[in-house]
């Protein structure tokens, strides 16, 4: 008989309770810039190349319309971004940085920073997470264990 999955062994709670921290750690060092997380998160986006459709920033934060059309309307009503039709395709919406949306850049500098000095972590240890979690989260959707398996069974 085998034994019930412990939670402290699970791959997923780690991760779902480490998202939750990060979220709590970035929380006062977004409050200042006037940023949630998910608004911050679309910020960077814009910052490292403007002028992109709803459907690319979507893309890139692997988040839908439907999710990301609110923060948007946040965003522009804060007047950090502005949203248009396209021109040469109307159905298309292009969201760009407003000047003062660009000016916040250079206070978010300092976030990256600041996050690394809350986990204790130096920029490289947090680089070499990042690089891990991101070959991780690649590799979820070409999983070759059968259901079944030991490796399949650390969800």
Known sequence: MTSAPKLSD???FAAYSFTHALNRAYRPLLEPLGLTYPQYLVMLVLWEDDGQT???IGDRLKLDSGTLTPL???LEAGGYVTRRRGREDERQVIVRLSDEGRALSEKAAQVPVELGCAMGAGLGEIAELR?????LRDR???AGCAVGEPEASQG
């Not at 690089?131 to 070959?135: D, Q």
């Open 10 to 12: 699970q791959l997923c």
């Open 54 to 56: 709803v459907k690319e």
């Open 72 to 74: 948007l309307k946040r």
């Open 131 to 135: 690089e891990r979690l991101t070959a």
């Open 140 to 142: 979820l959707g070409e």
